[in-house]
Every structure is written in C-alpha cells, then in structure tokens.
C-alpha cells in the first residue's frame, strides 16, 4: 500500500516535470517537498535551495503575515483554485528580487500525508507590459490636454477646468470669471526675430501670468497667440484689479523685452453658470475681439447673468492700463 502511494506520488511529480509551468508540492507546514525544473529556475538557482525552504519564503516580507493566517484557512477547508481567475500575487525570488505569477491551488490527499500543489505562472512580463500601457496612456493624457510650447494647459484642459466650474458654480451659487487674452502685433516677432523668439515671448507671458495668479486660477494657450484665464470666486469687484494687474505686467514684461506687443483682453464675470464651456469662452472672446477692432490694447469686461439681456457690459478700460 505504502509503495502504492510512493508510485502515486512519484507518478505525480513525474507528470509535473512535463508540464509547462512552474509545479511545487508543499507539506501542511509549507516546507517545499518537491518543484519541476520550471520551479527551480522561476524561484531559485537550484534544486536544492528550493527544496529545503517553505512557501513563505517565495511571499514578500509585507505580505507573509497575511500568508500564514490564508494558509491555516486553506488548510481547514482547501478549495482548489484555478489560474483562471485574474488574481496576480507577488512573489519573491531567492536572490530577493520579486516577480508577478498566477497561481493555481490545489490538495492532493495521499495516505503517506497532504500535500499542497501549487502552480504558478510567471506573469512578470505581462504585468510589466500593463503597467507600460497603463504609465503609456497617463502620459498621452497629460499630452493631450498640455500645450507643447509653454507647458500650461491647451484649449482642452481650459474646456475641462471650465467645466468642472461651471457644475461647481451650479451648485453653490459661485461667481466665477473668465478672461479672454489676444497678444497684439505677435505676428511681426514672429517675423522679425523668427518663430524661436516668439515662442519665447509665449512662454514669458505665461511666466509672468504663473507669478501673478493664485494657485486655483487656471491660465491656458487655445489657440497660436491667444490665452484664457479662468478666476474661480471672482466676481466684478474683485476682477478689475487682477487682470488689469496681471494685463499691466504682461505688458511691463513685453517692453522691457523690447518686443511691442501689447494685449486686448475680454473679461466676464458670470454670476450665473453659462450652458458649456464653449459658452463661456465664446462670451469673453466676442469682448475681446470688440477691443481688437476698436484699435487693440484694452479691456473691456461684463457681467453675465441669465435673465432677459444676458450679457451686460459694465466697464471697459481703453488705452493706458493703471500704473
Ligand atoms: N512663435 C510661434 N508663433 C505662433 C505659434 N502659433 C501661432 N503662431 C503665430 O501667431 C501669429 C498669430 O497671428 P495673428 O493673431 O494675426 O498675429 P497678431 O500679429 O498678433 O495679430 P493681431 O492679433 O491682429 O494683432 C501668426 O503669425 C502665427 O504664425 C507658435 O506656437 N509659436
């Protein structure tokens, strides 16, 4: 009978040499009684560093204690488990390095004793290839929604931010306002001083908007020469004076450049939420453009609140910005 189940066993482990995972029998205290050839060389250099450990060596430190508790349960009522099911585990080498495996469980009750057999697969490259993607796409994310030249949000991001703000404002009655930048005369750096020059001048106007704006106003490029700015909990008595500030120090920057580029900028408080982003930026870029056709380099604001006018202009200032 004894031989029986020596042949059983031995049939067992001869069956899992052929196989082409990794195969290892452990006893009820998790001493390893015997691993294939694809054991030895996942977990260990040799066959007899391997033999003469127990499991928990193969879990990383952080997750042994749990391991203790999961086998003891495993023990008193063993379910197999398949490698089916999408569960990676960690796993540690012998040489402490760590790897990804799919693991199959299951008990193999023999006279002689019980024996665990675990199978595992070595998903290392599959989960390096995941976390590829996934770094991959987190990327592209923040690509798509980045403007390449100054490294401030694009017409994307603005769109989002504007967004989020809008449902905020529904929600709690928040003001909030929105400025529309157009760089005058931009084209002849371009011309004069060559396309690298200006997209200098681009990246100094967003430096100087990043020194002047709190943290939670968002200014974004949309479009070649043209920026928006988003100002969360500003309303009419507050606007005048960060984008008038913010306007004359672009402008200070641009003449101690020596680049003659002035700014025209459209500004509106929406008091009421507007229906889209789109909205929001098309009320202040319709201002803007007011400006530009009336000789450039100004501001002109108004106040945005649904009702029967919607759109009220409330103050421009033309020419020279305060000192
Ligand atoms: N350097 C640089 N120039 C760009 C970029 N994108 C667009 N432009 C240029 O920006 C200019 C925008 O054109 P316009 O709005 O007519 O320029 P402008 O001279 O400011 O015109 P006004 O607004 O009427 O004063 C064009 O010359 C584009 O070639 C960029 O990424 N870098």
Same mark, same amino acid.
């Given at each position: 009978m004894g031989q029986d189940i020596r042949v059983t066993l031995e049939t067992y482990c001869e069956f899992l040499t052929t196989i082409p995972d990794a195969a290892l029998l452990a006893d009820s205290d998790g001493g390893i009684v015997w691993a294939n050839e694809m054991a030895v060389a996942l977990f260990s250099g040799s066959a007899d560093g391997l033999w003469a450990?127990? *499991? &928990? &060596?193969?879990?990383p430190e952080h997750l042994r204690e749990g391991h203790f508790e999961h086998m003891k349960r495993y023990w008193d009522n063993p379910v197999a488990r398949s490698m089916g099911n999408r569960e990676r585990l960690g796993a540690r080498r012998q040489d402490g390095t760590s790897i990804t495996v799919a693991i199959m469980l299951n008990q193999l009750n023999l006279e002689d004793g019980r024996y665990a057999l675990a199978i595992c697969r070595d998903m290392s490259q599959e989960q390096r290839q995941k976390n590829d993607l996934h770094e991959a796409l987190e990327q592209e994310k923040v690509l798509s929604t980045t403007?390449? *030249?100054? =490294?401030v949000g694009n017409r994307r991001h603005f769109s989002n931010e504007l967004l989020y703000e809008i449902e905020r404002s529904s929600r709690h009655a928040r003001v909030f306002s929105v400025a529309y930048l157009d760089l005058d005369n931009f084209k002849d750096v371009n011309d004069r001083y060559g396309h690298a020059q200006g997209d200098k001048l681009l990246q100094q106007i967003v430096e100087v908007a990043q020194r002047r704006l709190r943290k939670t106003d968002v200014i974004a490029r949309i479009g070649g020469d043209e920026f928006a700015v988003l100002l969360p909990e500003t309303g009419t008595t507050t606007i005048q004076s960060p984008i008038a500030d913010l306007l004359h120090k672009m402008k200070q920057s641009m003449h101690d450049s020596g680049w003659s580029v002035t700014i025209s900028c459209g500004v509106v408080t929406f008091r009421t939420p507007p229906g889209t982003p789109e909205d929001a930026l098309k009320a202040a870029d319709k201002l803007m453009y007011e400006v530009k056709a009336a000789g450039k380099d100004a501001s002109r604001e108004a106040v945005f609140e649904? =009702?029967?006018?919607e759109l009220r202009h409330s103050s421009g200032t033309e020419g020279e910005l305060p000192d």
């Open positions: 450990q127990n *499991v &928990e &060596e193969l879990i403007d390449p *030249v100054t =490294g649904r =009702g029967p006018s």
